[in-house]
């Protein structure tokens, strides 16, 4: 069992940068892929970002490249997304979630944090 705890969202305003955290505990997390999903108000979730189990990949969402970077620390069990340049239109709850091979299917993922808000104001 892989449990995740998200943190860092808020309220912010358009072009404004935010970085998410994703505390883990439980199993290795070194041996899991991380990645972020997010749901807006009305919206299915969708993929954002991930990062393979040992960093040497990461895969981004189109609507985010260039503006968001995902990355971990295997030695604090964290991971991180930093988002850049927001706008409105990122607003959503944003999720982490691990499993075992870097995927931007939600079904590839076992283990899921319970998401943090972020808003972006016009």
């Known amino acids: 069992q892989v449990h995740l705890l998200e943190s860092g969202g808020g309220l912010v305003q358009t072009g404004d940068s935010v970085r998410l955290s994703c505390a883990a505990s439980?199993?290795?997390?070194?041996?899991?892929?991380m990645t972020w999903f997010r749901q807006a108000p009305g919206k299915e979730r969708e993929f954002v970002a991930g990062?393979?189990?040992?960093?040497?990949?990461?895969y981004y969402a189109d609507s985010v490249k260039g503006r968001f970077t995902v990355s971990r620390d295997d030695a604090k069990n964290t991971a991180y997304l930093q988002m850049n340049s927001l706008t409105p239109e990122d607003t959503a709850v944003y999720y982490c979630?691990?499993?075992?091979?870097?995927?931007?299917?939600?079904?590839?993922?076992?283990?899921w944090g319970q998401g943090t808000q972020v808003t972006v104001s016009s």
């Open positions: 979630a691990a499993g075992d091979q870097l995927s931007d299917s939600e079904g590839r993922y076992a283990y």
């Open positions: 439980g199993r290795t997390f070194s041996n899991y892929a």
């Open positions: 990062i393979s189990w040992n960093g040497g990949l990461t």
